[in-house]
């Protein structure tokens, strides 16, 4: 399948061939062809970035795995266990909180915003997102089956 | 008389009319060479849909249109291959808040909870079919 | 890399001295790969203490055929992945705000500068960069992460993520167009 989103990528990443790459770029507006120009320059800047996140209490880190490690025999706690708990208990907590300071709620809102969006398939995965300067939604959907050319959609 | 002059009144301090309608459609968006001209219909969606999922023509495949009032429930079909079950939940005071089921054939795709305002759609990125992107809109007019 | 076999070795024969030295080597990088997907610095400690234990605990499986570093990223990465797939099937917060109860990219898309055609400088892409990395979905980040500062291809992304290569296409595709569009009206050199 080969499909524009997979060109688009291939092209960025210039694993076209001549040919392809030619008949591409007569398709793509010329914001498009000059902001990939660009790209390494945000890919760098990206992996920079990346090199330069400051890792807090280095040595820290260092001596709690250690003692982890001499404590091997023992099944080290389960922290993450009590952090979901009191994730959970927060969750609750903000819930009750909020609404009751937003309830009653006049939103005089204008704009179309989504709640929760849910797949049926969980192959599937949904994120969402405000466009067109915050008044419109999208839902983008990834992972639902592409649909060959030849099967007819109405 | 005055009861009538009231309630005239107050329907037209609503953000929402009593008359409200929702309007879904199926677009199917691609890139060509030189692009399309947009159908008139879709004039308004066309800059989203081109900054968005990165489209510059359009085909209007399917569109439907029915009125939606607080705590209705109901089909809306705008193509025989995908369409929504829209109930709504409330009626606040700019939009409705609606679950919406989004159905292709039989099987169901998404289920969604969300507040959709007069004149601003919702955009939802569908399958692709062959070279182009499948995309469902929704808007309360 | 001479060093660091000699490392590996002593930390074999279970030398915790040596194996201190390796996290050093590496700890930054492998807790910037968690925190560049999670955004959370709690969680990119624990992804890190994670990695570095299970490596302890797999190192007479690591065969050296590829960089001691590749081994720890992908292992920091399963971890990173593991933790937004738990973040997902959390109970949601029954709360009746549309922005907090989205899960991620729940931000506008971002616009064009004001002024278009005045200069961006390298710090201000930073800036905007990281923004927008904080904006998008899980998902579409950590595509854009292991595609662009991991570099792995687009199968070992899939396989990494669980998913169809289509999936990781459309979702890179979607991560780079929304990063792209952070290079809008700005000069073409730096």
């Not at chain 1, 790209?39 to 890792?55: D, K, V």
């Not at chain 1, 993450?80 to 939103?107: E, H, K, N, S």
């Not at chain 2, 989004?102 to 795709?109: N, P, T």
């Amino acid at each position: 399948m080969t499909n524009f989103e997979s060109r688009f990528n291939r092209w960025l990443d210039g694993s076209l061939n001549e040919d392809e790459r030619l008949a591409f770029e007569a398709t793509l507006d010329e914001e498009t062809l000059r902001t990939a120009k660009m790209w390494p320059t945000l890919q760098s800047t990206l992996r920079q970035s990346a090199s330069e996140i400051p890792l807090p209490h280095p040595d820290f880190l260092n001596s709690q795995i250690l003692r982890e490690i001499r404590r091997e025999g023992t099944p080290p706690p389960r922290a993450g266990l009590a952090r979901l708990a009191w994730a959970g208990a927060f969750c609750v907590l903000a819930a009750a909180l909020l609404t009751a300071i937003f309830l009653p709620r006049d939103t005089r809102d204008s704009s179309t915003t989504v709640v929760s969006a849910s797949p049926a398939n969980p192959s599937v995965s949904a994120s969402a997102f405000q466009a067109a300067g915050g008044k419109s939604s999208v839902i983008w959907l990834d992972g639902v089956d592409h649909i060959p050319a030849n099967e007819r959609v109405q | 008389m005055k009861t009538l002059i009231a309630l005239a009144l107050m329907a037209s301090l609503s953000p929402l009319a009593a008359e409200d309608n929702i309007w879904a459609a199926l677009v199917l968006s691609t890139n060509e060479n030189p692009p399309r001209e947009v159908p008139r219909k879709l004039q308004d969606f066309a800059p989203t849909i081109r900054d968005v999922f990165g489209y510059n023509s359009l085909y209007l495949l399917g569109q439907k249109k029915q009125t939606i009032s607080a705590w209705s429930s109901d089909w809306l079909v705008p193509s025989s291959d995908f369409f929504f079950k829209i109930t709504s939940l409330a009626q606040e005071s700019a939009c409705y808040r609606v679950r919406i089921e989004l159905f292709r054939g039989k099987s169901l795709l998404l289920t969604t909870e969300s507040r959709l305002a007069r004149n601003a759609p919702l955009y939802i990125r569908g399958p692709q079919w062959g070279e182009g992107q499948l995309i469902l809109l929704l808007e309360v007019r | 890399m001479d060093h660091e076999k000699e490392l590996l070795d002593r930390a074999r024969r279970g030398d915790t001295g040596a194996f201190d030295e390796i996290i050093t080597l590496h700890r930054q990088r492998v807790y910037a790969l968690a925190f560049q997907i999670l955004r959370n610095s709690d969680d990119a400690m624990d992804v890190a203490q994670e990695t570095f234990l299970k490596a302890w605990r797999s190192l007479a499986k690591f065969d050296g055929r590829h960089p001691l570093g590749t081994w720890l990223h992908r292992i920091a990465t399963n971890a990173s992945i593991d933790i937004v797939r738990r973040r997902q099937n959390r109970p949601q917060c029954a709360i009746d705000d549309a922005e907090l109860a989205v899960d991620a990219a729940s931000r506008t898309t971002p616009s064009a500068p004001e002024l278009p055609g005045v200069g961006m400088d390298r710090r201000d892409l930073r800036i905007r960069l990281d923004e927008a990395l904080a904006a998008l979905s899980p998902e579409h980040r950590t595509v854009i992460i292991l595609r662009e500062v991991e570099e792995l291809s687009y199968e070992e992304i899939a396989t990494r993520m669980n998913t169809s290569t289509g999936t990781v296409m459309s979702r890179l595709y979607y991560a780079r167009r929304y990063l792209q569009t952070l290079l809008k009206g700005t000069h073409d050199e730096f």
